[in-house]
C-alpha cells in the first residue's frame, strides 16, 4: 500500500514522513520506523504498529483506536487528543510522551513505561495498566474510573483532583503522590504504599473526606 508516496509495509523505513490526515486504518507497520513522523489527524483506526518506532511522532488528534501498539516506542510522542480507546500498549515505551485529553478507555497498558508521562485530563476508565510505570507520571484531572492499576508505580505522580472511582489500586506504589482532593471513592487500596503521599481533601474510598497532611511512616 502506498500513500502520500510512502509506501505503507511491515519494517517500512518512514523517518520523518508527512502522513498528516492519511487513512491508514489497518495498515501493516509492524517494525515500521516511524521515528518524528508527523501523523497528527491521521486514521490508524486497527493498525498493527508493533514494535514500530513513533519516538517523537507527532500524533495529535490520530484515530489510534483498536490499534496494536505492543511493544512500541513512543517516547517523547505528542499523543494530546488522540483516540486510543481499545488499544494495545502493552510494553509500550511512551516515557515522556504527551497524551493530554487522550482517550485511552478500555486500552491495555499492563507493564507500559510511562515516567513522566503527560496525562493531564486524560481517560483511562476500565484501562489495564497491570505493572505499569507511571513514575512521576502527571495525572491531573485524570479520569481512572475502574482502572486495574494492580501493582502499578505511581511513585511521586501528581493526580490531584483525578477520578479513581472503583479503581483497582492493590499494591500501588503511591509513595510521595500528591492526591489532592482526587476521588477514591469505592477504590481497592488493598496493600497500597502510601508513605509520604499527599491525601489533603481525598475521597477516602468508604466516602470519609481527608483532612490531612502527608502520610509519615
Keep these: 500500500m502506498e500513500v502520500n508516496g510512502y509506501k505503507i509495509e511491515p519494517d517500512a523505513d ?9 487513512n491508514l486504518t489497518h495498515a501493516k507497520l509492524s517494525g ?6 508527523n501523523l497528527s489527524e491521521a486514521d490508524l483506526t486497527d493498525a498493527d504498529l508493533t514494535d514500530a518506532d513513533l519516538t517523537d511522532a507527532n500524533l495529535r488528534k490520530t484515530n489510534l483506536s483498536g490499534a496494536n501498539l505492543r511493544g512500541a516506542l513512543l517516547a517523547g510522542a505528542k499523543l494530546s ?13 511512551l516515557s515522556g510522551a504527551k497524551l493530554s485529553g487522550a482517550d485511552l478507555e478500555g486500552a491495555n497498558l499492563s507493564e507500559a513505561d510511562l ?3 503527560d496525562l493531564t485530563d486524560a481517560d483511562l476508565s476500565g ?7 507511571l513514575r512521576k507520571t502527571n495525572l491531573f484531572c485524570a479520569r481512572l474510573r475502574k482502572t486495574n492499576l494492580f501493582c502499578a508505580n505511581l511513585s511521586g505522580a501528581y493526580l490531584r483532583d483525578a477520578n479513581l472511582f472503583c479503581a483497582n489500586l492493590w499494591s500501588v506504589n503511591l509513595t510521595d503522590a500528591d492526591l489532592t482532593d482526587a476521588d477514591l471513592t469505592s477504590a ?5 504504599n502510601l508513605e509520604g503521599a499527599d491525601l489533603s481533601g481525598v475521597i477516602m474510598p468508604d466516602g470519609a473526606i481527608m483532612p490531612g497532611d502527608a502520610i509519615d511512616e
Excluded at 518512514?14 to 492519511?22: K, Y
Excluded at 487528543?81 to 515505551?93: I, P, R, V
Excluded at 481497592?188 to 497500597?192: C, V
Aim: net charge negative.
Design 14 to 22: 518512514l523517518r520523518g514522513a508527512d502522513l498528516e490526515g492519511a
Design 32 to 37: 515500521a520506523d516511524l521515528e518524528g513522523a
Design 81 to 93: 487528543h488522540a483516540d486510543l480507546e481499545g488499544a494495545n500498549l502493552t510494553h509500550a515505551k
Design 115 to 117: 515516567t513522566d508521562a
Design 127 to 133: 484501562a489495564d495498566l497491570t505493572d505499569a510505570n
Design 188 to 192: 481497592n487500596l488493598t496493600d497500597a
